[in-house]
């Protein structure tokens, strides 16, 4: 469906709002949804989207759940949902539930803030064997994303490879290692809590292919491996070499403290304690190995060196490290919405500073704007970007009123579907049956992982 590329100037008025849809609740989809309500410049009602019966998207479900300082964002989330002018609409799948075409019938502007749910691949052999996944997957799991709170995670394995050297590749290594007293005090999915109390794992290879200059991990969280109960951290001295000119010419202040942390690992004798977390530089894994009956059996990797422009080259030398599974944590990417442009190679909705290109009246925020960068804050400013276009647009009347405009249309059209609509009125009675069942165990929540008995927990 296309639009003309201007209109006639639309007056918007408290009896004719602007009418915006925002499709993804997680944090850039909030902080839209808050642009949107902190303006006095249009009169406004925003219905956000989830295809999830819960909101917070990768708060909820991304974050680490010993991280629980950084969930407190939730608060001011809260404050959003309850704006009368803002409705949370959970358990509506855009494309199905609500396609496209439907969309731009009820509402005047669209925004896309659906994340990168995907994840990048190693193009390696043996990245299909049982034992090699995402860590995207891996951190689903733990956290209880209804769409991995099922799978089977046998954690048999002594020995595990973490390819990548983001946060969330610390994250995945850190709660592999850490004790069951120490992840109690989380809000870690009790299924994972309860295979992480049998689990065999004894080693961490945390992989990056080139120096601990190159590293994105944040130092708070490259820290923690000195302070977990039993897990040793281990750095060759040799891996973590840096010359003195690079350093010196080193200005972000991150890469120069988590040299010196790293630097501190190295100098430190093991204590001995039962597992081990090697954090390992300049090297790249080339085959994932089978061990005769399709499962992960070990990692080639390939000892690398870094050329005058910093790029990571091989060597020709290869180690085998003794591992049963490989989490791949090497970037995340989005995947394209029904009826909506998509930069396949970029993995982002093609778009000019949040307008969504050649598509009036849709823009876009978040990492499926600009691509999986920043932290969960880092989505508030870019949000109040597109949302300042949108407000300038429809402005200027740059783009057609919707034919029918109005949340009793929505909701006809939505019931007449049978879409079992989620209201942020149920999902609080979730929310404080969460926190209730995580008090009675002593645990700040124990989370519903199921969507079916997610829909059973609503306003009465």
Same mark, same amino acid.
């Given at each position: 469906m296309t639009q003309p590329e201007t209109t006639p100037e639309?007056?918007?008025?408290?009896?004719?709002?602007?009418?915006?849809?925002?499709?993804?609740? $997680?944090?850039?989809?909030?902080? =839209? =949804? %808050?642009?949107?309500?902190?303006?006095?410049?249009?009169? !406004? %009602?925003?219905?956000?989207? +989830?295809?999830l019966p819960t909101p917070y998207g990768l708060v909820r479900y991304g974050v680490a759940p010993d991280h629980l300082t950084i969930k407190s964002v939730t608060k001011g989330f809260e404050r959003v949902l309850s704006d009368p002018r803002v409705r949370f609409l959970g358990n509506v799948e855009f494309g199905t539930d609500l396609t496209y075409e439907e969309a731009r019938v009820h509402y005047d502007a669209l925004v896309y803030t659906v994340g990168a749910s995907s994840d990048r691949r190693l193009g390696i052999p043996g990245e299909d064997l049982k034992g090699s996944m995402s860590a995207t997957e891996f951190v689903a799991w733990y956290n209880g994303h209804p769409d991995a709170a099922a799978r089977d995670m046998l954690l048999h394995a002594s020995g595990v490879a973490v390819v990548g050297v983001g946060n969330v590749a610390l994250d995945v290594s850190r709660i592999l290692v850490k004790t069951v007293g120490e992840?109690?005090?989380? +809000?870690?999915?009790?299924? =994972?809590?309860?295979a992480l109390k049998h689990s065999h794992v004894k080693d961490v290879w945390v992989l990056g292919r080139r120096g601990p200059v190159q590293a994105a991990f944040t130092t708070k969280e490259l820290r923690e491996f000195g302070e977990l109960e039993s897990a040793d951290p281990i750095v060759k001295p040799v891996e973590i070499a840096v010359d003195p000119s690079t350093e010196a010419a080193i200005t972000d202040n991150t890469r120069k403290k988590n040299l010196e942390v790293l630097r501190d690992f190295a100098g430190r004798e093991p204590e001995g304690k039962e597992r081990r977390i090697h954090l390992r530089f300049l090297v790249s894994p080339v085959e994932i190995l089978d061990d005769g009956e399709g499962n992960v059996g070990g990692l080639k990797i390939e000892r690398n060196r870094l050329d005058d422009q910093g790029n990571a080259v091989g060597t020709g030398e290869y180690e085998t490290l003794p591992v049963q599974m490989v989490l791949r944590s090497i970037g995340y990417k989005g995947v394209p919405l029904p009826g909506v442009p998509f930069d396949e190679r970029k993995g982002v909705i093609p778009n000019e500073e949040g307008r969504v290109t050649g598509r009036p009246g849709e823009y876009t925020?978040?990492?499926?704007?600009?691509?999986?960068? $920043?932290? !969960?804050?880092?989505?508030?400013? +870019?949000?109040? +970007?597109?949302?300042?276009?949108?407000?300038s647009d429809a402005q200027a009347g740059a783009f057609l009123p919707a034919s029918q405009a109005g949340r009793e249309t929505v909701d006809a059209l939505l019931r007449g579907k049978g879409v079992n609509v989620y209201t942020f009125h149920d999902w609080q009675v979730l929310d404080a049956h969460e926190l209730a069942q995580g008090q009675a165990v002593g645990r700040p929540r124990a989370k519903v992982v199921h969507k079916h008995e997610m829909l059973t927990h609503r306003r009465k």
């Amino acid at each position: 469906m296309t639009q003309p590329e201007t209109t006639p100037e639309t007056t918007f008025s408290p009896e004719r709002p602007l009418r915006v849809a925002v499709i993804g609740s $997680g944090p850039s989809g909030i902080y =839209a =949804a %808050e642009a949107l309500t902190k303006q006095a410049t249009l009169p !406004v %009602e925003v219905d956000v989207f +989830d295809r999830l019966p819960t909101p917070y998207g990768l708060v909820r479900y991304g974050v680490a759940p010993d991280h629980l300082t950084i969930k407190s964002v939730t608060k001011g989330f809260e404050r959003v949902l309850s704006d009368p002018r803002v409705r949370f609409l959970g358990n509506v799948e855009f494309g199905t539930d609500l396609t496209y075409e439907e969309a731009r019938v009820h509402y005047d502007a669209l925004v896309y803030t659906v994340g990168a749910s995907s994840d990048r691949r190693l193009g390696i052999p043996g990245e299909d064997l049982k034992g090699s996944m995402s860590a995207t997957e891996f951190v689903a799991w733990y956290n209880g994303h209804p769409d991995a709170a099922a799978r089977d995670m046998l954690l048999h394995a002594s020995g595990v490879a973490v390819v990548g050297v983001g946060n969330v590749a610390l994250d995945v290594s850190r709660i592999l290692v850490k004790t069951v007293g120490e992840l109690h005090s989380s +809000d870690i999915a009790a299924h =994972a809590l309860d295979a992480l109390k049998h689990s065999h794992v004894k080693d961490v290879w945390v992989l990056g292919r080139r120096g601990p200059v190159q590293a994105a991990f944040t130092t708070k969280e490259l820290r923690e491996f000195g302070e977990l109960e039993s897990a040793d951290p281990i750095v060759k001295p040799v891996e973590i070499a840096v010359d003195p000119s690079t350093e010196a010419a080193i200005t972000d202040n991150t890469r120069k403290k988590n040299l010196e942390v790293l630097r501190d690992f190295a100098g430190r004798e093991p204590e001995g304690k039962e597992r081990r977390i090697h954090l390992r530089f300049l090297v790249s894994p080339v085959e994932i190995l089978d061990d005769g009956e399709g499962n992960v059996g070990g990692l080639k990797i390939e000892r690398n060196r870094l050329d005058d422009q910093g790029n990571a080259v091989g060597t020709g030398e290869y180690e085998t490290l003794p591992v049963q599974m490989v989490l791949r944590s090497i970037g995340y990417k989005g995947v394209p919405l029904p009826g909506v442009p998509f930069d396949e190679r970029k993995g982002v909705i093609p778009n000019e500073e949040g307008r969504v290109t050649g598509r009036p009246g849709e823009y876009t925020a978040g990492w499926i704007k600009r691509g999986p960068s $920043g932290v !969960v804050g880092t989505n508030r400013k +870019d949000a109040v +970007d597109t949302v300042a276009h949108l407000l300038s647009d429809a402005q200027a009347g740059a783009f057609l009123p919707a034919s029918q405009a109005g949340r009793e249309t929505v909701d006809a059209l939505l019931r007449g579907k049978g879409v079992n609509v989620y209201t942020f009125h149920d999902w609080q009675v979730l929310d404080a049956h969460e926190l209730a069942q995580g008090q009675a165990v002593g645990r700040p929540r124990a989370k519903v992982v199921h969507k079916h008995e997610m829909l059973t927990h609503r306003r009465k």
